[in-house]
């Protein structure tokens, strides 16, 4: 295939995945944003030097943005070809979610590597800045109609030229945030991740020659393709449709539908996403880019042996018009991104479902919950917290779905309790397992979790998230999980969004407290079929109450939280009547 051999291929592709994974660490170890160095909501790749295609990702990286990058290395090729001016030593910065972006916060840096005066790749950083302007700190701004309100936008701009920073970027880049020493230390920490790239690949390039690296690149390509097309003919031809909503766009309160029909023929597939709602009026819109990243993600859950690289997307077609609100242009609002391509991947989940049971996997949690809280200190200076939040994973037909887990799009971590408290002025009073929040099956969702904040401080208070309304979906027989909720505490009692997961401009005062309570994920298979001493289990272990083991999986739990085996069978019995 290739003309290396096997050995020296696979040394190659664990040695350019180790400078990916490498320049990952350098940037979680020096930003100075908990999401990037707790969460890991950062991502870097090598990318092809015509078409910007994904050659190597790193094993840590943010896999939403790895489909991404792609289009957005494809962005700077453009701007070069239209402009000209590329020289060694060049840096692009932008965060454009039209152009090969997703939202506003996410900046990338991208930087072309030459060879004796021949472009022969480009090197790509991504990570979450913590604010970059906008009506709402944080940037997830539940009622933007239109990007504006969302923050900054750069479309590609040179930040370094031939070796030289452009400190007038800089200066517009800390102008426009709310917290400009967070942003510029994560900047630098994305530089560093450039330098140690170059430096390793260089070293790489040197050891056993530009023309073999190139020849492993298009040989790790060529075997992602033929894998994936494998993976496609094993399923039946035809076309298989799901659908899936989202509560609303934060603006109106109408349910927003994503819709999928995938057909099978012979080894391609194509994934149409005509039938989506049209583009809304709230900030839960995304990008055609952002739509195949997380089409790609979706893919590569369900055929995890395929590589991670541009040729497992060859076999694929994507039909994803600008009339839905799946491919739209500027400024239509995409802050909440993050909780359209959840609901993107469920569907992929679900159409494969139907093409292929054994691989079916039930609805996760489907929302990052991304909660912001903002204030002052007593010493005047401001302070913004940004996190996201987990929940259950639905259930397989291998195991149960995962407790308090993270989302699909990311091998992220969730920010723990200490770091966050330690930066902010916030203390958590609770961060728990949530009892009854997962799907009933055969195979259980995992539980969401409980998570309460008091605020050490006076503060504002937003939240975008989803899943307050439709709940996620059980498969082959298993039951849907529980709903997303929040609340938060004033002088006058407890309460709840209008709009059921998504708020802007709530206040509290100093000592009181927000309280989010997220999903589980769905069940798979017939709960009846599930064994009975395994929901005993769940109930000893605080997962399900005794109410539930009976309502819905036939089982009858004792006090003392053994299996009462005589009445589980006449329950079973009568339910199976």
């Known amino acids: ?128 800045w913590l604010d970059i302007g906008g009506n709402v700190p944080g940037g997830f701004n539940a009622q933007a109609t239109e990007s504006f309100q969302e923050g900054v936008r750069f479309p590609p701009v040179k930040l370094i030229r031939a070796g030289l920073m452009n400190e007038d970027i800089v200066a517009i880049l800390s102008a426009n945030a709310r917290v400009p020493v967070s942003n510029f230390g994560d900047l630098n920490g994305q ?3 450039l330098d140690l790239g170059e430096r390793r690949l260089t070293e790489l390039l040197d050891e056993y020659g530009d023309a073999t690296v190139a020849t492993a690149f298009d040989a790790f390509s060529d075997r992602a393709e033929a894998m994936m097309r494998a993976a496609v003919s094993a399923l039946p031809d035809g076309t298989y449709s799901f659908e899936d909503y989202l509560d609303n766009d934060g603006i109106t309160d109408h349910r927003l539908t994503i819709a999928l029909d995938l057909t099978v023929a012979g080894d391609v597939m194509t994934l149409d996403f005509s039938r989506s709602s049209a583009p809304c009026a709230g900030p839960l819109n995304i990008a055609y880019s952002t739509a195949v990243a997380c089409c790609y993600v979706a893919l590569k859950h369900v055929f995890t042996d ?29 802050g909440g991104y993050t909780e359209t391509i959840l609901r993107v991947i469920g569907v992929v989940f679900g159409a494969l479902a139907k093409a292929d049971p054994s691989r079916a996997t039930a609805g996760p949690f489907g929302t990052i919950n991304a909660l912001s809280l903002a204030g002052h200190r007593p010493d005047g200076s401001r302070w913004v917290m940004f ?20 989302n699909p799009i990311s091998t992220a971590t969730i920010p723990p309790a200490e770091i966050l408290e330690a930066a902010y ?31 050490l401080t006076d503060a504002d208070v937003f939240l975008l998230g989803e899943r307050g309304r439709f709940a996620p979906f059980g498969v082959s027989g298993g039951l849907p999980a529980s709903l997303n909720k929040f609340f938060w505490q004033t002088d006058k009692g407890e309460f709840s969004p209008p709009m059921a997961s998504k708020v802007a401009n709530v206040k509290i005062r100093a000592g009181q407290r927000v309280r989010l309570e997220s999903p589980g994920g769905g069940g798979w298979g017939d709960p009846l079929q599930r064994d009975p001493q395994r929901v005993a289990r769940d109930v000893r272990l605080g997962y399900v109450n005794s109410e539930t083991a009976a309502r819905d999986y036939g089982v009858v739990v004792m006090e003392n939280g053994e299996l009462d085996e005589s009445a589980t069978v006449a329950l079973r019995k009568g339910a199976a009547a």
């Open 1 to 128: 295939m290739s003309g290396i051999d096997p050995v020296t291929l696979a040394v190659l592709k664990g040695r350019l995945e180790q400078i990916a994974d490498e320049m990952d660490a350098t940037l979680y170890r020096s930003a100075f944003n908990p999401i990037i160095a707790e969460a890991r909501d950062a991502c870097h790749g090598l990318y092809h030097p015509v078409t910007g295609a994904t050659l190597v990702q790193g094993t840590n990286g943010l896999p939403i943005f790895v489909g991404a990058m792609a289009f957005a290395v494809k962005a700077v090729i453009d701007k070069v070809e239209r402009e000209g001016g590329l020289e060694p030593g060049d840096t692009f910065l932008f965060n454009d979610p039209y152009d090969g972006g997703t939202h506003l916060n996410d900046f990338r840096l991208v930087r072309p590597i030459f060879r004796d005066d021949r472009l022969y790749c480009w090197l790509a950083s991504v990570g979450h």
């Open 425 to 455: 002025p916030v203390m958590f009073t609770q961060w728990a397992l949530r009892p009854d929040s997962a799907g009933a099956g055969t195979h259980r969702g995992g539980v969401g979790a409980i998570y309460e904040i008091e605020s």
């Open 387 to 406: 996190s996201f939040f987990g929940g259950g994973l639905g259930g397989n037909p291998e195991s149960d779905g995962l407790n308090h887990a993270n």
């Open 191 to 193: 530089l560093n991740a």
């Open 306 to 334: 395929v590589p991670a690289n541009a040729g497992c997307l060859r076999p694929i077609t994507f039909v994803i018009p600008s009339t839905t609100l799946l491919g739209v242009k500027a400024p239509k609002p995409v």
